[in-house]
């Protein structure tokens, strides 16, 4: 006798025969657990930072927390320590220190009134300029990057005055 089916039919009833018969049912039997495993493990820490260098000259540093740059920890392979360095002669340095690039800085000048710090940067974007405005608080210095700077990858910040040696 010969079936009416049309052509791939059979393909298909193969198929479904397979895949059903394929899927256990699991009901009143003991399904197998899988192997005991170790406690899950925490992730290392990262790295620390590698120390600044001495300064080249006289100024006033303020240190930046690690948590500030804690988003990019994996980029940089280890804490990401900053610094801005307010030197005697109305220069500035924003200074990092990562395990990936080192040593590296940011430089221009500053301006100052009453609590307020204006900073002017040698760098800039391609969307523009940078700037950042600094508020003194006692030996703290509040940071707020402009959205240029923000898009760079700065990241606004409290600054704690480091005391001199």
């Not at 280890?78 to 109305?90: I, M, P």
């Amino acid at each position: 006798m010969r079936c009416a089916c049309r052509p791939g039919t059979w393909a298909l009833i193969a198929f479904a025969m397979i895949t059903s018969t394929s899927c256990s049912d699991v009901t009143g039997s003991v399904a197998a657990s899988p192997p005991p495993g170790l406690p899950p493990t925490e992730p290392a820490p990262p790295a620390p930072a590698p120390a600044f260098p001495p300064l080249s000259r006289p100024g006033v540093v303020y240190l930046g927390n690690d948590a500030i740059y804690d988003a990019l920890v994996s980029f940089h392979q280890s804490k990401v320590a900053s610094r801005y360095v307010l030197y005697d002669d109305s220069t500035f340095a924003l200074q990092f220190s990562t395990l990936r690039f080192g040593f590296f800085e940011y430089t221009g000048r500053f301006t100052r009134a009453d609590s307020r710090i204006a900073f002017d940067w040698v760098g800039s974007s391609s969307a523009g300029p940078w700037g950042a405005i600094g508020t003194m608080r006692g030996d703290s210095l509040s940071v707020a990057y402009s959205l240029d700077m923000q898009m760079a990858d700065f990241i606004d910040g409290v600054y704690v005055r480091v005391p001199e040696p």
